[in-house]
Nanobody, 118 residues
Framework: QVQIVESGGGLVQPGGSLRLSCAASGITFNLYVMSWYRQATGKEREVVAT????????NYSDSVKGRFTISRDNAKNTVYLQMNSLKPEDTAVYYCNARFQFGILNYWGKGTLVTVSS
């Protein structure tokens, strides 16, 4: 059974930092491209950051470039999102996505809420 579980969300003041984690089980983790998405209230889900299965290629959305860092530990089947210099507009539910690099298998976590507010 595949499980994708996010953790680390919470309330933080503007300018603060949070580190999200996403633990995967039931998949061969090192064959999956991992991504973080977010969805703010009333808006569409958008991709935030993506990391290749071997960690060699990383992409960020323009809105988080220079502030967020995605990383993965294939030995722990976990992907991380370090978020610095947080802004109120970063407030959203953050979702972890696992996409099989050779096919159409695609899995989502249930999300973790990040609220940036003073």
């Amino acid at each position: 059974q595949v499980q994708i579980v996010e953790s680390g969300g919470g309330l933080v003041q503007p300018g603060g930092s949070l580190r999200l984690s996403c633990a995967a089980s039931g998949i061969t983790f090192n064959l999956y491209v991992m991504s973080w998405y977010r969805q703010a209230t009333g808006k569409e889900r958008e991709v935030v950051a993506t990391i290749a299965s071997d960690g060699g290629t990383i992409n960020y959305s323009d809105s988080v470039k220079g502030r967020f860092t995605i990383s993965r530990d294939n030995a722990k089947n976990t992907v991380y999102l370090q978020m610095n210099s947080l802004k109120p507009e970063d407030t959203a539910v953050y979702y972890c996505n696992a996409r099989f690099q050779f096919g159409i298998l695609n899995y989502w976590g249930k999300g973790t809420l990040v609220t940036v507010s003073s």
